[in-house]
Structures are given as structure tokens and as C-alpha cells.
């Protein structure tokens, strides 16, 4: 950088801006005790404003000759810089390190369409948009958390049983349950430790007990009441006159502390915390139970959805094939998501995602989001509510977010 000339600019917006001799921007930071200077093809150098000190970054490789166009903060101890034909990198604060994140290359993080890149933008939600020269606007979203991946290993007793995950559970003490082809692998974070059990039993679906238990349905032998270390308490059956069938796909429990169990050939059983057999209800072929805020319960079918008042011993069928025969909307539920102001979101078997009101018995949207331009099949099989009133959407292949869908 020797023989060139720098003039420096204090904005209160974009912080300090350096022009060389041309009059063109090239780098700019907000830091007040730091000026991180991006060149043409000099690379990435740093001026302390207080020592009054110029020196050049670490780990700079051979794309830090092209010009640097962009440099942008992401967190407190992380940068993003923009190089024209090396791609993203990121670089700390504190290290003056950096690190290759996302370019045209497959070994990177990130994968981008193009390497020209020319501006670098944060939003409030720590994604990051990328503007290239070749390559378009992207967004990259980077995880919060570290991500782990967790597969059957063969001959491995520390590994997951199987590799089919029907369900997972997380117990008082902090241990992951996960729900198998294979029967049941328990994963102890702290120690790195598994341990397996009901080897040989597909586990389809959990429920929490008390004191770290877990319910456990399987498909074909029942339920099980497992303790916080897996040992098996109590086994519930057809055989043992408790049950209605062995095939179990939803089980949950009530602010009673009743178990309510429901199969695909057998009707709904009510159970206490014990496993004695309190009441049947003539509900079959169920996919999915649900307690709601006023201590009822909801059980989605290939028929509609129930919702069962055992204080008062009454239940009402909604949404059925009777009521959806003129509507462009399925009967199979397989999900449900009840809302504060009377209306459920339903999860459908071939019919995408609908909405209706219980109190006005009317559908507000049939086949609100069209699967077909998502995946093969519109099976909906799970919804969840986040915080800020998000909903996502697992069909058979993808994943659906909110702006993939209706705004009603």
C-alpha cells in the first residue's frame, strides 16, 4: 500500500469510509478503534486507530489478490467479508483469522451460485444476503446451534439402534429417547453414552410419565411404561384385556395424568397412570391425540377429528367426510393445531393443510397450500407453532415455512 493515498470519511450511518486516490469506495467498518481497509488486490489489512499501526490479516490465501468489495459485521465477534471471484469469508474479531465460508466450491459450508460477490447484508435475523456479479442474490441462513448427526452404526452398540426415527422424546433428566424400527435407543449427551432397549419392537410413538417415565406404542406389541433408565414398569396389551389393539399410533396424557392410547384397528382406550383400563370410546383408525387448554381432548381420524369431554362423558365428530363431501378438503386428519379464537389447523392425508372453525362448524380454507408444487404426495404429517406465530409444515419430501403459504 506504499505511495497511495487515504482519506478517511466519519458517516454516522455507515461509520468510516475510505477513498484511495480515484475517489472510490473500496472498505468500511464501524468499529471506532479499528479500521478494517479492503484493497484492490492488496488484500485485507487493519489500522489501529489507537497504536496507529497498519497490519494485514492472517490466513489470507491466494483470493485475497482479487479485489475485496464488501465487509460487513455478523456478530460481535464475527466479520463477513465479500471478495470478487473468492466468494464469503468470515473472520474474527478478536483471532484476525480467516476462514472460507460459502463460495461456488462444494467443500464449503454454504454453497453459492456465483463467486463475483459485491455486497454482504445482515438482517435482524442473522441471515445473510449475498450479492454477486454472476450468481444473483442469495441468502445464506446459518444455524444457531451446532448441528450433530446422529446414525446406526453396524456392529456398533454406541450408535442409534436404526436408522427409521418414528418419534423422540426428551425426559426429565435431559436424556433423548428416540422411537425406532429397532426398538428404543436412549442417548445420554453428558456421558456420549446409548443405551438400547425393546431391541426387535418398532416404536412408533412416546409419551411422558411421571418421575422420567415414558410410554411407549408400538406397532404390533403394545404399550409400554418404560422408567427413566428404560427399564421396563408395565405392559399393556390386547392379550392382557387392557387394550383394543396392539397397534399403537398415538398415545397422550391428560391433566389428570390419565393415558389416552389410540390404534388404527382397535377403539380409543382411556387408561389411568397405573394402566388399568377406565373407558373405551367407540374412536377408531386414530393418527393423532391432542389435549386442549380446557381439559378436553382431540383425536384426529380418517374421519374428521373428535373432541371427548370425559367430565361430562360426551364427544362430537368435526370435519368429517359427511360435512367435507362438496368441499375441496380431505376427512383423513393425520395433525391438528387448535388457535386461541376457535379455528384448528388440520394436517390431511392427500388434501394439503386445512383451516376451520369448531365454533361456526365451517371451513375457512380448503387445501390452503398446494403440495403438488412441493412434493410428490400432500400428506401433511406435522405442524408446529413457533413463538412468533410461524408455522411450518412437513409434507412427505418438504418442508413448507409461512411464506409459502396463504395469508388469510
Same mark, same amino acid.
Request: charged share 15%; net charge negative.
Given at each position: 500500500m506504499a505511495g497511495r493515498r487515504l482519506r478517511l470519511i466519519y458517516d454516522d450511518t455507515l461509520g468510516i469510509l475510505a477513498f484511495d486516490n480515484t475517489g472510490r469506495i473500496f472498505s468500511y467498518s464501524a468499529e471506532h478503534d479499528e479500521f478494517w481497509i479492503g484493497t484492490f488486490n492488496e488484500g485485507l489489512w487493519i489500522w489501529d486507530l489507537h497504536k496507529t499501526a497498519l497490519y494485514p490479516i492472517k490466513g489470507q490465501d491466494a483470493n485475497f489478490s482479487n479485489p475485496i468489495r464488501a465487509i460487513c459485521r455478523y456478530d460481535n465477534e464475527t466479520f463477513l467479508l465479500g471478495v470478487d471471484g473468492g466468494g464469503v469469508y468470515s473472520i474474527g474479531k478478536d483471532s484476525k483469522e480467516?476462514?472460507?465460508?460459502? #463460495?461456488?466450491?462444494? #467443500?464449503?459450508?454454504?454453497?453459492?451460485?456465483? /463467486?463475483?460477490?459485491?455486497?454482504? !447484508? $445482515?438482517?435482524?435475523?442473522?441471515?445473510?444476503?449475498?450479492?454477486?456479479? #454472476?450468481? %444473483?442474490? #442469495?441468502?445464506?441462513?446459518?444455524?444457531?446451534?451446532? $448441528?450433530?448427526?446422529? !446414525?446406526?452404526?453396524?456392529?456398533?452398540?454406541?450408535?442409534?439402534?436404526?436408522?427409521?426415527?418414528?418419534?423422540?422424546?426428551? /425426559?426429565?433428566?435431559?436424556?433423548?429417547?428416540?422411537?425406532?424400527?429397532?426398538?428404543?435407543?436412549?442417548?445420554?449427551?453428558?456421558? /456420549?453414552?446409548?443405551?438400547?432397549?425393546? !431391541? %426387535?419392537?418398532?416404536?412408533? $410413538?412416546?409419551?411422558?410419565?411421571? /418421575?422420567?417415565?415414558?410410554?411407549?406404542?408400538?406397532?404390533?406389541?403394545?404399550?409400554?411404561?418404560?422408567n427413566a433408565d428404560g427399564k421396563e414398569i408395565r405392559h399393556l396389551s390386547q392379550e392382557a384385556n387392557i387394550l383394543t389393539t396392539n397397534y399403537v399410533f398415538s398415545i397422550t396424557r391428560d391433566k389428570d395424568g390419565d393415558i389416552w392410547v389410540g390404534g388404527h384397528n382397535g377403539p380409543l382406550v382411556l387408561v389411568d397412570k397405573n394402566g388399568r383400563r377406565k373407558k373405551t370410546y367407540d374412536i377408531k383408525w386414530v393418527h393423532s391425540i391432542e389435549t386442549l387448554a380446557n381439559g378436553t381432548v382431540s383425536v384426529a381420524t380418517v374421519n374428521g377429528f373428535y373432541i371427548i369431554d370425559k367430565v361430562n362423558d360426551t364427544l362430537k365428530n368435526y370435519a368429517s367426510f359427511t360435512e367435507f363431501y362438496h368441499k375441496n378438503a380431505s376427512a383423513y386428519i393425520v395433525s391438528m393445531l387448535f388457535n386461541d379464537d376457535g379455528t384448528v389447523w388440520l394436517g390431511t392425508e392427500g388434501g394439503g393443510l386445512n383451516l376451520t372453525n369448531i365454533n361456526l362448524n365451517k371451513v375457512l380454507a380448503e387445501e390452503l397450500i398446494d403440495f403438488q408444487s412441493y412434493c410428490d404426495k400432500k400428506q401433511v404429517q406435522l405442524k408446529l407453532e413457533l413463538p412468533a406465530e410461524d408455522i411450518f409444515i412437513r409434507a412427505d419430501k418438504h418442508i413448507a415455512g409461512q411464506s409459502d403459504i396463504q395469508r388469510l
Open positions: 480467516a476462514r472460507l465460508l460459502m #463460495s461456488t466450491d462444494d #467443500s464449503t459450508d454454504i454453497y453459492l451460485r456465483g /463467486n463475483g460477490i459485491y455486497a454482504l !447484508k $445482515t438482517d435482524v435475523q442473522g441471515n445473510i444476503w449475498i450479492g454477486s456479479y #454472476s450468481g %444473483g442474490v #442469495s441468502v445464506a441462513i446459518l444455524p444457531d446451534y451446532q $448441528t450433530q448427526i446422529l !446414525k446406526h452404526e453396524k456392529g456398533n452398540s454406541q450408535s442409534i439402534a436404526n436408522n427409521n426415527i418414528n418419534a423422540i422424546a426428551e /425426559n426429565s433428566d435431559g436424556r433423548l429417547w428416540f422411537a425406532t424400527d429397532d426398538g428404543i435407543s436412549i442417548y445420554n449427551s453428558k456421558q /456420549n453414552e446409548w443405551t438400547h432397549r425393546l !431391541k %426387535g419392537s418398532v416404536v412408533v $410413538t412416546f409419551c411422558n410419565g411421571e /418421575n422420567g417415565s415414558i410410554w411407549a406404542g408400538t406397532y404390533g406389541n403394545g404399550v409400554f411404561l418404560l
